[in-house]
C-alpha cells in the first residue's frame, strides 16, 4: 500500500503541493486529477524518489521511499523518455537493469509482453521506426517489465487507437488483479470514471475534493436528463430548476439542480411524444470543471 501524508513542496516562493494525503491500497486504481501546473508532477518526482518532499513522508508497504523501493516502481510518464536510437530489445534490458533485474529474467519477461501487445517483429527494430502508438507501447512495457508493486500512469492512452487502447486496459486490469497500486491521471475523464475507485483533484498542489468517485457523483446534487422526442427545448427552459438545455444529435441534454427538478421535467414532457426519458448523475468531467472553477474564484 502507497500512503501519501501530508506532503509539501514549495520552489522559492511557489507551493507545488500543500499538505497532500491520500492512500492506494493493493489492487487499487487511484485517480490523481488536476490541470497543468497542479503539482500531479511533483507529486509523481517525490513517490519515485526523484524529489524529497520539504514535509511530510511516503511510504510503499511501510518503508520509506528509497533505491531499494523505487525498484519496485513503474512509471509511465507523459512525455515520451525511449532512447530512439536504441532497439526495442536494447531499451527494456537498460530499464530492467535499472530495476534490479537479470539480463535473462528481462529477455523471458519482454517476450511475453511483445506477443502480448503483437508487436514480437518489432523487437530487434530501433524506437524511431516505430510508430507513435508502438512507441507507447515500449514506454509502457518498460514501465512494467519489473512485475511492480506500484505503477504511475501518466496520460496512459497518448497516440493509441481503440484497439490498442483495449489492450492497455486490458493489462492494467490484469496487473489490479495481482495486486499492483495503480495511480492514474488523464485529462479524459471517461477513462477516470471507468477505472478509478478514488480520487483526489489537485489545484495549485492542493487536495480540493477527495474520496470514493461513486459517494463524490452521488453527493453532487446536478443532474442530467436526456430526451428524445418531440419537446420544445424553450419551454422546458422555463422550468425552475432547469440549468442549461444543448441539443445533442436527436435528443435533449437537460442540465438541472438536483432530483426534485426531475418531476416536474416529466409532467411537461409526458404531455408530448417521447421515446426516451433517462435521468443520469453529472459526468465527472462536469464536476471536475465546477469545483475547480469554484476555487479559483475563490
Not at 518489432?122 to 512494467?144: C, M
Amino acid at each position: 500500500m502507497l500512503v501519501v501524508k501530508d506532503v509539501e513542496k514549495s520552489y522559492g516562493k511557489v507551493r507545488a503541493v500543500a499538505g497532500l494525503s491520500f492512500e492506494v491500497k493493493d489492487g487499487e486504481i487511484f485517480g490523481l486529477l488536476g490541470e497543468n501546473g497542479a503539482g500531479k508532477t511533483t507529486t509523481f518526482r517525490i513517490i519515485m524518489g526523484l524529489l524529497d518532499a520539504d514535509k511530510g513522508a511516503v511510504t510503499l508497504n511501510g518503508k520509506k521511499i528509497d533505491y531499494g523501493v523505487t525498484d519496485k516502481i513503474g512509471f509511465l510518464t507523459e512525455e515520451r523518455s525511449l532512447l530512439t536510437k536504441l532497439t526495442v530489445k536494447e531499451q527494456v534490458i537498460y530499464y530492467g537493469i535499472l530495476k534490479g533485474m537479470y539480463e535473462d529474467e528481462i529477455l523471458s519477461r519482454l517476450d511475453e509482453l511483445l506477443k502480448e501487445f503483437e508487436i514480437v517483429e518489432y523487437k530487434d527494430r530501433k524506437i524511431k521506426e516505430l510508430s507513435k502508438g508502438n512507441q507507447q507501447k515500449i514506454q509502457f512495457i518498460a514501465a512494467i517489465i519489473n512485475k511492480p508493486k506500484l505503477l504511475i500512469l501518466d496520460e496512459p492512452f497518448t497516440g493509441l487507437d481503440p484497439i490498442n487502447v483495449a489492450m492497455f486496459k486490458s493489462h492494467i486490469r490484469k496487473l489490479q488483479k495481482e495486486g499492483c497500486s495503480i495511480i492514474f491521471s488523464s485529462h479524459q475523464m471517461e477513462h477516470i470514471e471507468e477505472f478509478c475507485e478514488k480520487l483526489t483533484i489537485l489545484v495549485k498542489g492542493k487536495s480540493i475534493l477527495n474520496g470514493y468517485v461513486k459517494d463524490i457523483k452521488k453527493e453532487y446534487r446536478k443532474k442530467n436528463i436526456f430526451i428524445k422526442g418531440d419537446i420544445d427545448a424553450k419551454t422546458l427552459g422555463k422550468i425552475k430548476g432547469v440549468i442549461s438545455i444543448h441539443e445533442n444529435m436527436e435528443e435533449l441534454a437537460v442540465s438541472i439542480t438536483d432530483e426534485s427538478v426531475v418531476e416536474k421535467v416529466f409532467k411537461e414532457v409526458a404531455k408530448k411524444n417521447i421515446t426516451k426519458f433517462l435521468v443520469e448523475e453529472a459526468t465527472l468531467n462536469e464536476i471536475f470543471i465546477e469545483k475547480v472553477r469554484e476555487y479559483n474564484a475563490k
